[in-house]
DNA sequence: AGTCATGTTGACGA
DNA sequence: CTCGTCAACATGAC
């Protein structure tokens, strides 16, 4: 489910319920219900993977992890985690990790790290980059701090696309190849986003997933690098070990 | 049926 | 204190 432009779908899916105020609020997160109640959401927000729904003094972040989902309007059988109830609506959620934060996300959150947010700065990804030469490439940018909302198969793409190799240590990446790459998971992001919406991000995958490069005809790689230890599928002809 | 995975956090021991 | 490893959470595709 969760990468960050799925987020952006969820996002956006829920703007309806924006202004609309809570009646009721069950499920067994463990946050305190009672506080929801007759409250009136202010704005429904992301930040990577976090889905954010705002109140007046409050937040709640809403992290769907693995195998989060949720529905509007249905329920699953499955144990419910954080029912909103609205006049005529009801906003479920499933499996997500939930907590409810005093303030305002503003507070807390760097907008300029989020691929899908307008405020991303690449000039910023790379100086915090730049900081980190001797971590794996497929570690950074997994890094939620630098590159918040890419998730492995973004990475997986990325690295493909710019041909990368994902054990390349940062600090041995040309200048013009880091900022490459930090461009593509921005562009990659918003392809994502568009492919995901149509029901079409699969096919679009070229690493991801796959046994055999598409562009050498030959076996992928299948590891699990790094400190992270994610899934990494890459070429070793195609993508370059710096 | 067992394995694996678009993710993150916290406990624990070296 | 830091590092690495593991467990926990929990669902569904294959």
């Not at 609309?20 to 499920?27: Q, R, S």
Request: glycine share 4%; hydrophobic share 40%.
């Amino acid at each position: 489910m969760p990468e960050g432009p799925s987020i952006v779908i969820l996002k956006e899916a829920i703007a309806r319920f924006n202004r609309k105020k809570v009646i009721k609020a069950t499920g067994n997160a463990k946050i305190d219900m009672k506080r929801l109640e007759n409250k009136t959401i202010r704005s429904i927000r992301s930040w990577g993977k976090h889905l954010l729904i705002c109140f007046d003094d409050f937040y709640l972040r809403i992290h769907l992890l693995m195998f989060g989902t949720y529905r509007i309007n249905e329920q699953k059988t499955t144990p419910l985690r954080l029912g909103l109830q609205f006049k005529n609506d009801t906003l479920n959620f499933y499996t997500a990790a939930i907590v409810l934060i005093d303030g305002s996300p503003d507070d807390y959150y760097d907008w300029s790290a989020d691929v899908m947010n307008d405020k991303f700065d690449t000039r910023k990804a790379l100086k915090k980059i730049r900081a980190l030469p001797d971590e794996m490439i497929c570690d950074v940018v997994l890094d939620q701090e630098i590159f918040s909302g890419v998730g492995n198969i973004i990475k997986n793409e990325i690295l493909f696309i710019t041909r990368i190799h994902p054990e390349s240590r940062a600090g041995n990446i040309p200048a013009a190849k880091m900022r490459a790459l930090v461009k593509t998971a921005v562009g990659y992001s918003f392809d994502f986003l568009k492919w995901k919406k149509a029901f079409q991000l699969k096919k679009h995958w070229l690493a991801y997933a796959k046994k055999k490069c598409p562009r050498c005809n030959i076996p992928l790689h299948k590891e699990y690098p790094g400190r992270k230890k994610r899934r990494s599928f890459f070429c070793d002809n195609y993508q370059v070990r710096y």
